[in-house]
């Protein structure tokens, strides 16, 4: 079982930035991936980024250039850093983990995912 537990959202004004947080607790095996996913009201759940166990990132093209996926192995983290927001940014961002990666053929598609934390708003002002 594993545990995520989101932070660092709030509301910014656009071109602003922020860092996101996603601390990891229980049993989590070295070979992961975990994700950054979003959702804004009425709207469906969108993959923003990913890291596999190698390193590798994915992003969306809408945050490319932008954003910043990372991990912390040693704290056991994930963040997001955001730079040059815009108000479309705004959504309840979740981090996610499969604790195998080899099962995510699609590093943005949530349904890869087992884990799930509770998220953190992020809003962006015009």
């Known amino acids: 079982q594993v545990k995520l537990v989101e932070s660092g959202g709030g509301s910014v004004q656009a071109g602003g930035s922020l860092r996101l947080s996603c601390r990891a607790s229980?049993?989590?095996?070295?070979?992961?991936?975990m994700a950054w996913f979003r959702r804004a009201p009425g709207q469906e759940r969108e993959g923003v980024a990913a890291?596999?166990?190698?390193?590798?990132?994915t992003y969306a093209d809408s945050v490319k250039g932008r954003f910043k996926i990372s991990k912390d192995n040693a704290e056991n983290t994930l963040y997001l850093e955001m730079n040059s927001l815009k108000p479309e940014d705004s959504a309840m961002y979740y981090c996610?983990?499969?604790?195998?990666?080899?099962?995510?053929?699609?590093?943005?598609?949530?349904?890869?995912?087992?884990?799930w934390g509770q998220g953190t708003q992020v809003t962006v002002s015009s």
């Open positions: 996610a983990i499969e604790e195998d990666v080899v099962r995510v053929r699609s590093p943005l598609v949530g349904g890869y995912y087992h884990y």
């Open positions: 890291v596999d166990n190698t390193g590798h990132t």
């Open positions: 229980g049993n989590s095996h070295s070979r992961n991936c």
